[in-house]
């Protein structure tokens, strides 16, 4: 089969590699769709999963069955799905309680073993989701992200009412937005340099989108009678920003950690102002499980805008370009490679 490997940081190479195999309880998926995430830019970068390399990244993705093992019932052949890129070993304590990041032998789907730019993917027959009819390739392979922040929210313990700000407004905040709408969360404020993806995200939902730092502590005690907000999302993944986020929640606000960082930075936390005004830290990045359903039962009934994530779509022999000129596509916030 046809594959993109990334052989280095900054470099893929086409390759003819071996078909996946498929043990008693796999699912053989034969990929149509998969969207470039933050994550696999990171990877295309050197700043995450080097030492794996070479790889095949790529786990927002959609396809149909190509073959199943002896021993799975609930899926068929030619059937539309997506999948779960979580793949622990099922029966630990982490597992049973839908927290697998933790499982000591987990494993994700495009990053630690080999992902969906390819023709094909093979995971477990479990964690893959039969698609509902009138759904496209190009929103079914939101579905990932999607969930991404429906587990944030639920981490967060997001709810009506609550006043929320979002730092970044590139393809996963615009989705934060899109979430917090959702709940009832008010009022929705953003931060972003980028004018035009400040601009986007009031078209998703935001009540206001700030584009100059120093103007954003000012608007968030305006839009909070004074108190700051009740939860803060840090999108990016900027050690600067999540210091930022200490300063723009009220007493007894929430920080809801999502960015990706390097692994040796570090944030300097006001422990005293944590303890005497009870504030809360809370990680969360990938969905899985049930949110995996969830979001796609909210995409099937329209719940978010996706066309801004649709128009972008490039053939896989075109990987490397479509890596290479992200950071000059704003208006795109999702980029699908064509399989």
């Known amino acids: 089969m046809k594959a993109a490997v990334l052989i280095a940081p900054h470099r893929f190479e086409l390759r003819d590699v071996a078909m996946p195999q498929i043990g008693p309880e796999d699912a053989l998926i034969r990929v149509t769709r998969t969207g470039i995430c933050g994550t696999d830019l990171h990877i295309f970068n050197g700043h995450y999963a080097a030492d794996r390399l070479p790889l095949i990244p790529g786990h927002e993705f959609c396809g149909q069955v190509a073959a199943v093992g002896a021993n799975v019932r609930h899926l068929s052949e030619g059937q539309r799905v997506v999948a779960d890129?979580?793949?622990?070993?099922g029966t630990c304590y982490w597992c049973r309680r839908n927290e697998i990041l933790n499982c000591p032998e987990m494993v994700q789907l495009g990053i630690h073993r080999d992902g969906a730019f390819a023709e094909y993917v093979a995971l477990p027959a479990r964690l893959v989701i039969a698609a509902p009819e009138g759904v496209s390739d190009a929103v079914l392979a939101l579905t990932e992200p999607v969930a991404c922040v429906v587990r944030a929210a639920r981490k967060a313990q997001a709810r009506f009412g609550q006043s929320?700000?979002?730092?970044?407004?590139?393809?996963?905040?615009?989705?934060?937005v899109q979430m917090m709408r959702l709940v009832g969360a008010a009022p929705i404020i953003v931060a972003d340099l980028s004018p035009e993806r400040c601009q986007m995200a009031l078209e998703a939902g935001a009540d206001t989108a700030i584009s100059d730092p120093a103007a954003l502590q000012a608007e968030v005690m305006a839009r909070t009678q004074g108190r700051g907000a009740d939860l803060v999302i840090e999108s990016v993944g900027s050690?600067?920003?999540?210091?930022?986020?200490?300063?723009?929640?009220?007493?007894?606000?929430h920080i809801a950690f999502f960015g990706l960082t390097g692994p040796d930075q570090a944030l300097p936390v006001d422990i005293l102002r944590t303890i005497l005004e009870e504030n809360s830290l809370?990680?969360?990045?990938?969905?899985m499980g049930e949110d995996m359903h969830d979001a796609l039962t909210l995409l099937a009934h329209g719940r978010f805008r996706t066309d801004a994530f649709t128009q972008a779509s490039f053939a896989l022999d075109d990987i490397q370009i479509a890596f290479e000129t992200l950071a000059n596509r704003p208006g795109d916030l999702k980029t699908q490679i064509l399989l």
């Not at 809370?282 to 969905?287: D, L, N, T, Y």
Request: proline residues 5%.
């Open 85 to 89: 890129i979580n793949i622990g070993c």
């Open 164 to 176: 929320v700000v979002i730092l970044g407004a590139g393809p996963v905040g615009n989705l934060h």
């Open 239 to 253: 050690p600067r920003l999540y210091a930022t986020a200490q300063s723009l929640i009220r007493k007894g606000g």
């Open 282 to 287: 809370k990680g969360s990045v990938a969905g």
